[in-house]
T-cell receptor
Framework: AQSVAQPEDQVNVAEGNPLTVKCTYS??????LFWYVQYPNRGLQFLLK??????LVKGSYGFEAEFNKSQTSFHLKKPSALVSDSALYFC?????????????FGRGTSLIVHP | NAGVTQTPKFQVLKTGQSMTLQCAQD?????MSWYRQDPGMGLRLIHY???????DQGEVPNGYNVSRSTTEDFPLRLLSAAPSQTSVYFC???????????FGPGTRLTVT
């Protein structure tokens, strides 16, 4: 079975400060990990993914995420937050073993960047 | 590329009515899926398909039917609408190899 947890319902950060949105996961095999962003009244947009290779993954809009196998985490980060980054962020995991192709999504974390 | 398109954007139904939510993609993706999004519940998978003629149930399939006659289209049918089906519905597509999905803009459905 696969699962993903986003332990914070909401993250508040001041504009210009670094931001982190947390995600932990559980899978049987090697994880495929994803981050998506959802702006109000829009569909989800793919930001970045980790499948294999470098543990630090860079994605759209200046976001990056660090894969940590020992802590089973895949936290989303950005060095300097913008007010326009305020949105709902979803982490997702897919088990790379056994031919599974259905991802499990976290419940989402609302990021609020204050001017 | 238009990406993933969904129609209608908004719909109001009365209890017991049926309707079809349309979804189309022009990226030749083999994998397509339907989710519903409810406050505090995140995304829940309704049905998915890994190719034309192949569909399967997700986490919350009751009350919904799907079909996949072409690679491009993946309609979702509500058989007899219930107030519990009031939600925002998203269609998504992707490739099994790459893993990420591309989402449509959503359909906001209200059942009274």
């Amino acid at each position: 079975a696969q699962s993903v947890a986003q332990p914070e319902d909401q993250v508040n950060v001041a504009e210009g400060n670094p931001l982190t949105v947390k995600c932990t996961y559980s899978v049987s095999g090697n994880p495929y990990l994803f981050w998506y962003v959802q702006y109000p009244n829009r569909g989800l947009q793919f930001l970045l993914k980790y499948i294999t290779g470098d543990n630090l993954v860079k994605g759209s809009y200046g976001f990056e995420a660090e894969f940590n196998k020992s802590q089973t985490s895949f936290h989303l980060k950005k060095p300097s937050a913008l007010v326009s980054d305020s949105a709902l962020y979803f982490c997702a995991v897919r088990d790379g073993a056994g031919g599974s192709y259905i991802p499990t999504f976290g419940r989402g974390t609302s990021l609020i960047v204050h001017p | 590329n238009a990406g993933v398109t969904q129609t209608p954007k908004f719909q109001v139904l009365k209890t017991g009515q049926s309707m079809t939510l349309q979804c189309a993609q022009d990226m030749n993706h083999e994998y397509m899926s339907w989710y519903r999004q409810d406050p505090g519940m995140g995304l829940r998978l309704i049905h998915y398909s890994v190719g034309a003629g192949i569909t399967d149930q997700g986490e919350v399939p009751n009350g919904y039917n799907v079909s996949r006659s072409t690679t491009e289209d993946f309609p979702l049918r509500l058989l007899s609408a219930a107030p519990s089906q009031t939600s925002v519905y998203f269609c998504a597509s992707g490739t099994v190899l790459a893993g990420e999905q591309y989402f449509g803009p959503g359909t906001r459905l209200t059942v009274t």
